[in-house]
């Protein structure tokens, strides 16, 4: 007993060291540019982190999760700029409206085999897309079409600023995606040990021993939708205060979409660490490919991401996270100095 | 993502958007079986893939690029008439699609036996499609290119109807290529051991069938078709890297539609298609026409997701 | 009025009659057996009392009650598990996973299915094996695996749709002796079978069906030497196992 609760406390300090450097990582490296990296890098592991409920533990491949990512941006900053509704409260009406869509889609469409409801998504996605950039107003509202929308400016003071969720520096976003993320994996974590997770997997690999079990497993497909599309609007609302300018061929882009998806299968979908260790190694070669290289080769970037996503299928279709935990688990076994009971 | 769509609009001008007659019409039914029939070519070589192989392809679309280009160089280079080109294109796409298969998805599918549609393979296949769509960005720039042949700009005229020469050779290309294949799949040996696969693939790998081979073979057919289509394409349609884009999406429509593996369901689908953006585009701009058609999938699937000559599985 | 009645139940695909006007009644408490040739229909009609298809014609009372087309998943709430002809273990998952997923139709709580589920793994001799993958287990163990975890579901009645093929004759002997005793504890069993001693030995009462009609029912010695029987099973010997 006393050996693997040695390796159990030192996996605990390991984490505890982890989240200590990532919380108080702005107080010792001030870059603005770097800072931004971060915090688009955490935007992604939410983003994914999200998409995993639907497309890691319901089993099925959502391709057109931008659409939700749209509706929160769009729902927030169109109540605020009509109404002055702060886009916190905003966010809150854009996730509910985001869950009622994704249902409202998933309804029919989760009923699909796997294939079909990947392009029943991706029209989805589409769809949306095209509608908005064909709308200029809906009703009292200012959708203004392909141009997209710019969150008016609204910096006064701290208490000012938290209302509108506008800041000058990047220091809030930071931590405000980074808590989002914690929310995200901690609402992954626990939901996996429910009843709800365990019914939901099972129902993914295997629905009809599932159904045979006593699993209406399409109406926890649909649970995981709303919850799934509801938190992916919050990411909506926080691209909008970031960056105070969207338009729908970025926020409801189909590559967007595929992006997320990718990563999040890169990772390892239907795990917990999968999608952030995903956005953790591939927005940064995106990232970089895209400023260092894509003046010389526009588009390396996305075959990187392709070839990426073929090996990693081809030769680790689980994700990397399967052969990342065995390092892991490798590294603990040296400092603790046994050998864990590997699990067949 | 754009969709500029062919740079040669045939219709009669129409001076008033009130003043649709019956005219107009009839020049836009034709246009929408001119275009149809081209879509309807290019849905061909997926929903054979699906039928046989059961697997979407989600580079299907760059393979349709990929066959714009060989058609397009082949063309600058040589000088010859596109149709001559089939002669290289049509060789060169099948090698490509053979490879491909055999390099890239069979692993997957021998990795996973039991499962009947693995999603491994949509991954991968979507990876295939960002690494040639950019490839060819990388290797030919983004520009919209354009090819001059003794085609462009010509038309026939029937009565009152325009009917422009190179989408005119389309239809008949498509109605052979169709033909063709419906013989090949009907008469031949390897045509029968591709249908047996698609309808068992164990049991037809009992019958002494190399199912992988079929499967090189049927993927094979579907990129030459994807060729054909290049061929027929490039006198009238602009040649860039994500021109692939536009017709994955619409190619998939039209399989599911018609149903996925059903031959006469991707031709009829993709004359659906045709006429629907054609006759809507009388009343209405092209981006809501865009928005019609996902609609008509989105509603397919809801109603009869097996379309209209696929067969009714627990889909 | 018995305890599973199937009454003139059909179910056409198309034009195929797979089953014809079946009728069979279960009392509580028995083991009955169902048997025929392939493509008799025997599964089928498994489907149609388990939910996976609707009846064509015809209706199924459980208890009195009608569940004729009710939902797979209702009809596990109701207490009738059921197994698969083909093993559907949820492979990535652990013996101990795949059993809870069984238990958790009784409680929402993890820890208390958790409980559950290693109780009724002690039962059918995986308790040892609680934490191995269930893609590797062997394929005696995925039978037993698919046993113990639709007996989580804690069920009154059992349908088990060819539970001891492909396994060797020691292995047929254990799963004989769990059937029975799942039946001493109180479970009703209904089971299609293709290996004869098997079927005849731990049977009270069989149907035996063909071509989607039943051709008569009756105790296992009844059977074995009904005329009809006999025929429709030409070429196949008895006692094969």
Partial sequence: MNASSKRKTID?????????????????????????????????????????????????????????????????????????????????????????????????????????????????????????????????????????????????????????????????????????????????????RIRPGYYIIAGGEEPE??????????????????????????????????????FPKGILSLDFSFELAFIALIGGRGTIAGPVIGALLLRPVGEFSRIYLSAVLPGLHLVIYGLVLILVMLFQPRGLVEPLTRFYNWILDKLSGERKEVKA | MEKPGPFKEPGL????????????????????ILTGSYYGLAALGLTLVFGV?????????????????????????????????????????????????????????????????????????????????????????????????????????????????????????????????????????????????????????????????????????GAAIAGIVGCVLIPFYYVFPSVGVVFDVKCFIIVVLGGLGSIPGALIGGLIIGLIESLFAQYMASTWTELIVYVVFLAVLFIRPAGLFGEKRDW | ????????????????????????????????????????????????????????????????EDITGSKPWNVCKRKIARTFQIVKPFQSKSVLYNTMVGAFINTANTSEAKDRAMEVLKRFQLGNKWNILAKNLTIADRKRLEIARAMATEPEMFLMDESMAGLRPNEVDETLDEIRKIRDSGVTIFMIEHIMRAIMSVSDKITVIQFGKKIMDGTPQEVSKDERVIKAYLGESYGAA
């Fill in chain 2, 53 to 221: 192989i059961k697997v979407i392809n989600f580079a299907h679309g760059s393979l349709l690029m990929v066959g714009m280009f060989a058609a397009y160089w082949i063309v600058m280079l040589t000088g010859w008439h596109p149709y001559a080109a089939l002669i290289l294109v049509v060789p060169m796409l099948f090698i490509f699609g053979y490879a491909l298969q055999g390099i890239v998805i069979k692993p997957i599918l021998e990795a996973q036996r039991d499962v009947r549609e693995p999603t491994e393979v949509i991954i991968v296949t979507t990876g295939v499609w960002y690494i040639l769509d950019n490839l060819a960005l990388m290797s030919f720039g983004a520009q919209y290119r354009v090819v001059q042949t003794s085609m462009s700009g010509q038309i026939f005229m029937l009565g009152d109807y325009i009917f422009p020469k190179a989408q005119t050779y389309g239809l008949i290309t498509t109605i052979v290529t169709s033909g063709l294949l419906l013989w090949f799949l009907k008469y031949t040996k390897m045509g029968k051991s591709i249908r047996a696969a698609s309808l068992d693939r164990d049991a037809a790998s009992l019958m002494g069938i190399n199912q992988y081979r079929v499967y090189n073979i049927a993927f094979g057919i």
């Fill in chain 3, 1 to 64: 009025m018995a305890y599973l009645e199937i009454n003139n139940v059909s179910k056409h695909f198309g034009g195929l009659k797979a089953v014809d006007e079946v009728s069979i009644k279960i009392e509580k408490g028995q083991i009955y057996g169902l048997i025929g040739p392939n493509g008799a229909g025997k599964s089928t009609l498994f489907n149609c009392v388990a939910g996976t298809y609707a009846p064509t014609s015809g209706t199924i009372l459980y208890k009195g």
């Fill in chain 1, 209 to 246: 021993a599932a159904q045979a079990l006593g699993i209406n497993v399409a109406r926890y497909k649909e649970m995981f939708m709303a919850l799934s599309c509801f938190l992916t609007a919050f990411a909506g609302t926080f691209y909008a205060q970031l960056n105070l300018y969207f």
């Fill in chain 1, 12 to 192: 605990t300090i390991l984490k505890i060291v982890l989240a200590g450097v990532v919380f108080t990582l702005p107080l010792w490296m001030t870059s603005p540019t770097y800072l931004q990296i971060l915090i688009l890098l955490f935007f992604y592991a939410y983003l994914t982190t999200c998409w995993n409920l639907v497309g890691g533990f319901a089993g099925v491949l959502p391709l057109g999760h931008s659409a939700y990512v749209g509706i929160g941006a769009y729902t927030s900053t169109v109540l605020f700029m009509t109404y002055g509704l702060s886009p916190w409260l905003g966010m809150f009406v854009g996730g509910i409206i985001a869950a009622i869509v994704g249902l409202i889609i998933g309804i029919p469409t989760l009923k699909l085999r796997g294939a079909y409801f990947a392009l029943s998504t991706m029209a989805f996605g589409e769809g949306v897309r095209v509608l908005v950039e064909n709308t200029m107003k809906i009703g009292p509202f200012e959708i203004n079409g392909p141009r997209g929308i710019s969150v008016p400016l609204k910096v006064g003071t701290p208490m000012e600023n938290l209302f509108n969720y506008q800041f000058v520096d990047k220091l809030p976003y930071y931590y405000i995606i980074l808590i989002l993320l914690c929310i995200a994996i901690f609402i992954t974590w626990f939901v996996s």
């Fill in chain 2, 13 to 32: 001008p129409r001076p008033n958007k009130n003043e649709v007659t019956m005219d107009v019409i009839i020049q836009a039914i034709i246009n929408g």
